[in-house]
């Protein structure tokens, strides 16, 4: 008996064991997201997530969580930090299995009118101890758009104790003898409502407990001096402090154009800027100025918000005015061969709007545009997804010249708050407002066409003017103060994020260069060109925060509910974490400005669209600058890792023995620096994963529902735990195998952000959109960074044998 318990106690105290069960552990998970994809939600839950064996693995994880616990003598030694975070991680794991084996959740689907008390579940129906009625069920959309806002049921909820009436909507939840119900979805015809039902009081209190847990359990080893984190700290005190791109020039190349001719034809700036402050109902609600609108029209169509040194407002405006001659301008971007081949397009990026017309007019692609759109959106080839952008840009030029695409006027007194063009249907308008909105605009467009050949602009400002009356007068949906339409204009003109991710990565080279000549032999000379550079990484930081902070007063939200504004988010963390270490070590902060420009440059080659965009439903929450910002914040302190990772390996790949016993302490202070921003990336990670999953709880009643971005971003938290361990395992504890680590685990990362969003499926495709082109970069990367690993592997062996 006494050597089974020896048994049992070596096994479960063995870390590699543990990393044995955490790499089948992590495996299994990735496995389960891609059966998903392919077999489907049921499949994968029944391989993976409920089977009998994968709670036996975690059993196995638990067990071995407490023996470990147990065996450091956390309480005795009072590392009560790294007791707690134990604990936590026990208590959040029992509560996951009170909620399987007794909490449970169905539907219930009520149309206006009717009273159930029926919920459906997986295993059948189940009976409620109250009934519900839908007296009322309402869709609110965004003004003038058919996407929703909000979706409201209003209900009677009748019990034994009396019946009272209730309002429920996305986020809001419904308590009724312990169950709670949410508002899921409705009926196409918006007669009907889904709500999600759930029963787990105990499970979710476990569960939330062990968050609770979790979140003391990282403060408590933040501050004590026993945790690792802290023994970090004073190992980098006691290292001496060092001293960090490559700067991308970026080239614009166009077909030539008669600029003289091109002049002649375009409004001036001065009315442009004008014209750019009225403002217009986009195709999604949001009212905006003019100048933003046409940004994005103009974007859309020729891949930037400028054309041959004009403005979007005065590129837009010369299709409206003359059309003639804008017609024959080459701005429609299209880079395809193939379709330039089939269709005997000019050579060259870009084209006319007159050369996918024939000599009598018939549009060319006609006909491959319809049996493109007949085919599912899965099985288009690359040449129908190319025809298909083609079109689009198209139909904006032509609906701009029809007088549609913009909404400058609203309808008075509409509820939907719905804003019309001067080319629509104006048979809503009666009266005055009827003859002025169907005149007003082809007046000013003659006034304009008259002032470009005259040079006397006043008419055209008066009849701007009459426009911004009219809407400032009918409008039902509230405008932008003149104050936020300058502010836009501002951010629109001023390219804040640009700017700063030329300046990172500039100021970010030069800064790594300098280090490194100081590594190489000290120039006392060198400090006074190293800190103007220290002073202009921190000036950029700050004219960063300043865009994110303009972004977030003009769109009226936290800047951070899509791809481009998580991307400008997570620059800003990068940038961030190296400032964290800007007295310890300059090496870093030149690495996380470099690292944060090339986010910043990435986020700004139009691939993503940087519009400002009304929140889906589930996103109206405060939840989402919570979870978004701190589960984001810390993809930067991972970035740096992977930095600081490949950094070191260049160090050890570097020359002769001697030369590596000359590096060997810059390589340890790296190695430091490396393992604390690992380690507050980590803490960042695990809160905002159990943050998002109080969100979910709090928006569709379960606070984990295996979904592939949750799954993969447990996944992560898992490896990089893993990194941060494997000092116990004698094979993984140097500052090599450290390093090689460091730069792996960004990999997870990539796959939890890019990966799920456009590979995979599930509750967070909302983040998701075309495919980006720099997924090919980061294979490239990761190409060059496996070369390096090789080759400094080679070189940590070679210089041993010596």
Known sequence: MKKVCSFLKAMFTSWKIVFVLLVHYMVLLAVATFVEKSQGTAMAREMVYNNPLFYLLQLLLVLSFSAIAWQGYFWKQRKYGILLLHISFMVILLGALITNLFGFEGIVH???????????????????????????????????????????????????????????????????????????????????????????????SVTYAGYILLLAGMLLTLIDRKSRFRQLAEQLKRTAP????????????????????????????????LWGRLQVQCPTGRIEPLDTYTDKLLRKIYRSNSFEGLSSEQVIMGFLVNPAYWGNVPCIRQTNKELQQTYSFPAGKYLRFLDVFDEEGKYLIADAVEKAYARPAAERSQVEKDLLKLDEKVNILYSLQQGKMFALFPLPEDPNGQWYSWGDDLSVFSGKDSLLVSKIMPWYLSEVSDAIRTGDWGSAQEVLSMIDVYQQKRSVTPLLTKKQVLWELFYNKARLFFWSAMGYMAVGLLLLVFVVWQLLGFRRWLRFVVLPLVMLVVMLFLLHTFG????????????????????????????????????????????????????????????????????????????????????TASYGFFGISFLLGLLTLAFMSMGTPSKAALLQPHIRELR?????????????????????????????????????????????????????????????RSDYAFSVMSVLGLSAVLMTYFGVNYYLSGLHSYGGGDTPPGLAAIAVTYACAAALIVYAGYKQHKNKTK
């Open 548 to 631: 994110i902070g303009i972004r977030w007063y003009i769109s009226g939200r936290a800047p951070w509910a899509n791809a481009y504004e998580s991307m400008i988010y997570v620059a800003w963390a990068t940038a961030l974490a190296g400032l964290l270490f800007i007295r310890r070590s300059f090496m870093t902060l030149a690495l996380s400005a470099f690292f944060a420009g090339i986010i910043l440059f990435v986020a700004n080659l139009n691939f993503m669209d940087p519009e400002i965009t009304p929140l889906v439903p589930v996103l109206k929450s405060y939840w989402l600058m919570i979870h978004v910002a701190v589960i």
């Open 110 to 204: 009520i149309r206006e009118g009717e009273t159930t008390s029926i919920m459906r579940t997986t295993d059948g129906e189940r009976q409620l101890p109250f009934s519900i009625r839908l007296d009322d069920f309402r869709l609110i959309r965004y003004p003038g758009s058919r996407s929703p806002s909000s979706f409201e049921s209003f209900l009677t909820i009748r019990a034994e104790q009396g019946e009272r009436s209730e309002h429920i909507y996305m986020n809001k939840v419904i308590y009724e003898q312990g169950y709670r119900l949410y508002q899921s979805s409705y009926d196409a015809d918006e007669q009907g409502t889904v709500l999600t039902v759930n029963n787990d009081r105990t499970g979710t």
């Open 672 to 732: 430091i620096i490396n393992e604390m921003s690992l380690h507050i990336g980590l803490y960042l990670l695990t809160a905002g994963i159990f943050l998002g999953a109080v969100w979910a709880n709090e928006s569709w009643g379960r606070y984990w529902g295996w979904d592939p971005k949750e799954t993969w971003a447990l996944i992560t938290m898992i490896l990089y735990a893993f990194v941060l361990h494997a000092r116990f395992l004698s094979a993984l």
């Open 242 to 273: 060092l001293l960090l791109l490559t700067f991308l020039p970026v080239f614009s190349f166009a077909q030539t154009v008669d600029t003289e001719l091109l002049q002649k034809n375009t409004i001036p700036a001065e009315h442009a800027e």
